[in-house]
């Protein structure tokens, strides 16, 4: 017996399709009166209604004849066969569209889950990027007590935390200076390092010569 606590209009669908189950079975043959309204009523424990609804919708497929007096009486085997058919070829499409749209349902929120990660990822990468490394330019004033100093002399890396990437002079570009490197004034110091470089640079680039000299010789 089927599962018969759907919707109404489930109901009396599925009973026709049980009723036409049992003809093509053979369990009602053509010219066999089957059951009366009442009695399957009761057999499927569903309304009289529901019954009239599924007699009338087989009665429209061929499948039997519903006549007053008489009862009702089976018709035609093949028309249960192609109603069958066609029912399953029906729901064959829509347990199909179900999981289409099941899936669809699914895929959009994979990719809703997707992008915000997504983007948590590139925030917290940003704002790591900018609290971890910093990229600053700074140049070389005349009054730098560095002047004529190379980067080993002041012991740049140690002091600033900061590391030279590159150094433009006169228009031209030093990409990854030597320690042996000589600053000169007016030169551009590209450096990265943590958020605090440029203020440690700017503090090395204002040390009088002989503080320099004395922490040296530490």
Same mark, same amino acid.
């Not at 140049?139 to 600033?160: M, Q, W």
């Given at each position: 017996m089927h599962d018969y606590n759907n919707s109404y209009l489930a109901k009396y669908v599925t009973i026709a399709v049980d009723i036409a189950t049992r003809i093509i079975r053979g369990e009602y043959r053509e010219g066999q009166k089957m059951f009366g309204r009442s009695t399957l009523a009761g057999r499927y424990n569903v309304s009289p209604e529901t019954i009239r609804r599924a007699l009338t919708l087989l009665q429209e497929m061929g499948i039997v004849d519903v006549m007053p007096g008489v009862g009702v009486v089976v018709k035609s085997q093949s028309a249960a066969e192609e109603y069958l058919a066609q029912y399953n070829q029906q729901q064959v499409l829509k347990d199909l569209q179900e999981r289409l749209s099941h899936l669809l349902k699914e895929r959009d929120s994979l990719n809703s889950e997707i992008d915000s990660l997504t983007n948590q990822l590139l925030d917290y990468t940003f704002k790591m990027a900018g609290r971890l490394q910093k990229l600053e330019e700074i140049t070389v004033l005349r009054e730098s007590h560095v002047v004529g100093k190379s980067l080993a002399e002041v012991d740049f890396r140690a002091r600033t935390g900061a590391t030279?990437?590159? =150094?433009? !002079?006169? +228009?031209?570009?030093? =990409?990854? $200076?030597?320690? !042996?490197?000589?600053?000169?004034?007016?030169?551009?110091?590209?450096? =990265? +390092? $943590?958020?605090? =470089?440029?203020?440690?640079v700017h503090d090395l680039l204002k040390k009088p010569a002989d503080t320099l000299k004395e922490e040296n010789e530490c």
């Amino acid at each position: 017996m089927h599962d018969y606590n759907n919707s109404y209009l489930a109901k009396y669908v599925t009973i026709a399709v049980d009723i036409a189950t049992r003809i093509i079975r053979g369990e009602y043959r053509e010219g066999q009166k089957m059951f009366g309204r009442s009695t399957l009523a009761g057999r499927y424990n569903v309304s009289p209604e529901t019954i009239r609804r599924a007699l009338t919708l087989l009665q429209e497929m061929g499948i039997v004849d519903v006549m007053p007096g008489v009862g009702v009486v089976v018709k035609s085997q093949s028309a249960a066969e192609e109603y069958l058919a066609q029912y399953n070829q029906q729901q064959v499409l829509k347990d199909l569209q179900e999981r289409l749209s099941h899936l669809l349902k699914e895929r959009d929120s994979l990719n809703s889950e997707i992008d915000s990660l997504t983007n948590q990822l590139l925030d917290y990468t940003f704002k790591m990027a900018g609290r971890l490394q910093k990229l600053e330019e700074i140049t070389v004033l005349r009054e730098s007590h560095v002047v004529g100093k190379s980067l080993a002399e002041v012991d740049f890396r140690a002091r600033t935390g900061a590391t030279v990437l590159a =150094v433009y !002079r006169n +228009g031209e570009e030093m =990409v990854s $200076p030597q320690a !042996r490197t000589i600053i000169q004034e007016g030169d551009v110091l590209l450096v =990265v +390092g $943590p958020s605090e =470089v440029k203020a440690a640079v700017h503090d090395l680039l204002k040390k009088p010569a002989d503080t320099l000299k004395e922490e040296n010789e530490c």
